[in-house]
């Protein structure tokens, strides 16, 4: 089993995320959980990761992030997550607790615990994990990599050339890529392909149970947001976007994606800020700091999905 951490932002696709980690029990051994400042604010997101993994069943230490990026002031994705995070679909109230653990600190000693090294899975603006990279690198070795969504070579979709996550906080993803821990990015150019139709996510409601219909309401709620955006991709209205299962996917079925080596970089200011550099002539002459996936066997991809939505459904 891989020993994981997860930093997220739960978030629709965060939510779908942790949905693939949680059915995958015979693949991973999730160690914690930690919650960042991102789609919404700190208190939103650690609410909505205890709200999800307690509705799901999962047994977790679920531990509070940073409230705001490094340098810049935290901007939030309500528009396309809706006011809660979780566009109109609800929970019941959490079971599972907040840590007495802020979440620097329970990476810190769930990483320096661990007789292997620890893979970090982070789904959000990299603020927790840079911040533990700066404040305590001797946990550097004991990191095997770091597997984000984030970023992108070519594009964006917070500005017209930042993703998100990278966006939200620029100088962390610095210290991240920086690091010397090998570092696997699903940023958009392979997210933007692991789509699911609105069929398939018919065949997720089709399971018949409460979560499915649930994790339905909540994959189709991004339909309107997309409707919204003047610059939206030829097929917007047909396809639901799952950027953050991307980087669990690439975990338990690696064979499915395709990347490269490269040298990145990331803007840190103007209207540049947060675009990914990512130098896949090698014109730089640079070594590559990281593996950036660029394409996916989609059917295949989204097959496994449908089964996480089941073997949760079924507990
Ligand atoms: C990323 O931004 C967030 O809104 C999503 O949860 C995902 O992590 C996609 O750009
Ligand atoms: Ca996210």
């Excluded at 995070?85 to 979440?103: D, Y």
């Excluded at 909540?218 to 047909?238: A, G, S, W």
């Amino acid at each position: 089993k891989l020993p994981i951490i997860i930093d997220t932002d739960p978030g629709i696709d965060d939510a779908m995320m942790l949905t693939l980690a949680f059915a995958n029990e015979q693949a991973f051994d999730v160690r914690l959980v930690s919650t960042c400042s991102g789609n919404i604010s700190q208190d939103k997101t650690n609410y909505n990761a205890r709200s999800f993994l307690s509705y799901i069943g999962a047994n977790v230490e679920i531990a509070r992030g940073l409230e705001q990026p490094i340098f810049r002031e935290l901007q939030v994705a309500e528009d396309i997550h809706g006011e809660s995070g979780f566009g109109n679909v609800q929970f019941p109230a959490p079971t599972l607790p907040v840590s007495k653990r802020p979440a620097v600190t329970a990476m810190l000693e769930t990483i320096m615990a661990s007789d292997e090294k620890m893979t970090i899975v982070a789904t959000g603006p990299l603020t927790n994990v840079a911040a533990l990279l700066l404040a305590h690198p001797e946990v550097k070795p004991k990191i095997e990599r770091i597997s984000w969504m984030g970023g992108a070579a070519v594009g964006g979709n917070m500005s017209p050339s930042a993703e998100f996550n990278a966006y939200v906080d620029p100088h962390a993803v610095e210290i991240v890529f920086r690091s010397g821990i090998p570092v696997v990015m699903s940023g958009l150019d392979v997210t933007h392909k692991a789509f699911v139709t609105i069929d398939e996510a018919k065949s997720i409601l089709a399971i018949g149970t409460e979560f499915a219909e649930k994790a339905y309401h909540l994959v189709t709620y991004y339909l309107e947001v997309m409707k919204r955006t003047p610059f939206h991709e030829e097929n917007y209205d047909q396809v639901l976007h799952f950027h953050d299962v991307c980087a669990v996917m690439y975990l338990l079925r690696p064979e499915l994606f395709e990347g490269q080596d490269c040298y990145v970089e990331v803007a840190l200011e103007g209207l540049a800020a947060g675009a990914t550099i990512v130098d896949y002539t090698n014109r730089s002459g640079k070594t590559a700091n990281v593996h950036v996936l660029h394409s996916v066997n989609r059917e295949e991809f989204v097959k496994e999905f449908v089964k996480a939505v089941k073997i949760i459904s079924e507990r």
